[in-house]
């Protein structure tokens, strides 16, 4: 029964939340920026010239972004009010789930 309910070490009830996933997420994107920008400022001090890090902005933008989702998952829990707009928000998100990632890939592609 134990191995049903735990995958990696994940129970069910994390896996099936979202904003679990997001702040999984959220934190590994910001350790990278993290890292990433360490070493251009250790390249730009001059320690390392071989440093290939360049601190990527759009990773700066993934990461504003999941903050933002992150947010979201923050005030779900301040009202009832504000829950049941995010739900709504989360359900129409699951709905067109499929048009969000061609959308996202377009817009990858072209920035």
């Not at 390392?48 to 890090?53: A, H």
């Given at each position: 029964s134990r191995c049903l309910t735990i995958y990696c070490?994940?129970?069910v009830s994390w896996r099936n939340n979202p904003f679990s996933w997001i702040s999984l997420s959220m934190i590994v994107s910001c350790w990278v920026m993290f890292i990433q920008n360490f070493a251009v400022v250790?390249?730009?001090m001059g320690f390392?010239?071989?440093?290939?890090?360049d601190g990527n902005t759009n990773l700066q933008?993934?990461?504003i972004f999941l903050i933002?989702?992150?947010f979201l998952g923050f005030l779900r829990g301040t009202s009832i009010k504000m829950a049941t707009f995010i739900l709504m928000?989360?359900?129409i998100c699951?709905?067109?789930q499929i048009f969000l990632f061609v959308f996202f890939l377009f817009l990858l592609m072209f920035s």
């Open positions: 070490g994940l129970a250790g390249r730009q390392e010239e071989d440093v290939k890090f933008v993934v990461v933002w989702l992150r928000i989360q359900e699951d709905k067109i």
